[in-house]
Each structure stands twice: as C-alpha cells, then as structure tokens.
Antibody, heavy 119, light 107 residues
Framework: EVQLVESGGGLVPPGGSLRLSCAVS????????MHWVRQAPGRGPVWVAR????????IYADSVRGRFTISRDNAKNTLYLQMNSLKREDSAVYYC????????????WGQGAPVTVSP | AIQMTQSPSSLSASVGERVTITCRAS??????LAWYQQKPGKAPNLLIS???SLQGGVPSRFSGSGSGTDFTLTISSLQPEDFATYYC?????????FGQGTKVEIK
C-alpha cells in the first residue's frame, strides 16, 4: 500500500522557520518525482515545489522561491521541505504528493501537515 | 501561469441526478487535465487524468472529456458518497495550477 506520512507541522511566528518531512512506503521512492502542495482553509490546493528523482532538477512556485527548499533522501525514503522567513500567508495544510509515471499527474497524497504562521 | 476557471463554484443536486462540472484553461493545454475529489479533512483524490482516463478503483459513473481549453467532469448518477468538492488541475506546464473548486451539496 502506498503511504506518505508528513510530519513537522506546527505554529511558528512570522519570520520563523519550519522543516517538514514526508516518510514514504509501499513504492519505489527513487523512481518518482515528488511535490509539495499546500491548501489554505477554504481555498483550493496550490502547488509549491517539485523535485526530480535525485534532486538534480528542482522547481519552485514564485511565492516561495528563495525562502523554501525542497530536498529528498532516497536512502531514507523521505522528502523534505525547509521553510524559512515564513509569512502569515504561508499558513496552510502542506501535502506531500507523488507524481505518477507517464501522463499520470499528482496521484498519491499524504494526509497533510498543518502549518500556522502567527505571533 | 495558466489560469483554470471552474464552474459552477457550487451546486445542489439530488441522489441519482446527472451532474456536470466544467473547467476552462486560459490557454490550450492539450489533454493535460486531471480531476480530483476532496472530502472535508482529507487530501484530494485523483479521479481522472489525461482529461478522460479513469483511475483504477474510481466508479464508472465518473467520466471526463475535453481538450484544448474546455473540459468537463460528469457524474452520471450522483451517489451519497459523491458529495464533496471537485478540483481540476492542469499539468501542461509549470507551475501546475488548480481550479478554484466546485462544491457538490445535497439538495
């Protein structure tokens, strides 16, 4: 069974930092591109970042570029999102998401890690 | 970024009704369009990829169509478990962008 389990969410003041982790199991982690997607309360999902198989190619949304860093450890089957200089508008549930193969887009999602940026 | 516009933003329907949700892209995206279902407190669940390919385990009452800029998700006979919010996603180019969602409620 494919499983993605996020951790590391919580309450952080503006300007603070947080590191999210996503432990995966049930599939060949090193064979999939991985993404982070976030969703603020009552809003639609918003894509945040993508990393390829080994971290060679990384893309960020304009809103987080320069503040967030996506990375992965294939030996530990774990995806990370380092979030620095956090702003109130970064408050959301953050999902770790697997990209499928071929023309299959974001096909498996974790349960989400809530992040609240507030004094 | 490509803008995805869904309509309607919400609808009320009865069990057994046929429901249609549309998604329009601000530029052509071929068939690089997916549909997701999301229930409260849960992550989105992939229903359809490539505009019309049903994912494994998804009931056949769900179908998708369209190409270029205009797409449709149809539920042929609404079931109680289908009451949820539905999102389209374009993965034609970066950044991938979602529609704003369509909430399907019980009439």
């Amino acid at each position: 069974e494919v499983q993605l389990v996020e951790s590391g969410g919580g309450l952080v003041p503006p300007g603070g930092s947080l590191r999210l982790s996503c432990a995966v199991s049930g599939f060949a982690f090193r064979s999939h591109w991985m993404h982070w997607v976030r969703q603020a309360p009552g809003r639609g999902p918003v894509w945040v970042a993508r990393i390829d198989y080994d971290g060679t190619e990384i893309i960020y949304a304009d809103s987080v570029r320069g503040r967030f860093t996506i990375s992965r450890d294939n030996a530990k089957n774990t995806l990370y999102l380092q979030m620095n200089s956090l702003k109130r508008e970064d408050s959301a549930v953050y999902y770790c998401v697997r990209e499928g193969h071929g023309y299959i887009p974001l096909d498996s999602w974790g349960q989400g890690a809530p992040v609240t940026v507030s004094p | 970024a490509i803008q995805m516009t869904q309509s309607p933003s919400s609808l009320s329907a009865s069990v057994g009704e046929r429901v249609t949700i549309t998604c329009r892209a601000s530029q052509g995206i071929s068939v690089n369009l997916a549909w997701y279902q999301q229930k409260p407190g849960k992550a989105p669940n992939l229903l359809i990829s490539g505009a019309s390919s049903l994912q494994g385990g998804v009931p056949s009452r769900f179908s998708g169509s369209g190409s270029g800029t205009d797409f449709t998700l149809t539920i042929s006979s609404l079931q109680p478990e289908d009451f949820a919010t539905y999102y389209c996603l374009q993965d034609y180019n970066y950044p991938p962008t979602f529609g704003q969602g369509t909430k399907v409620e019980i009439k």
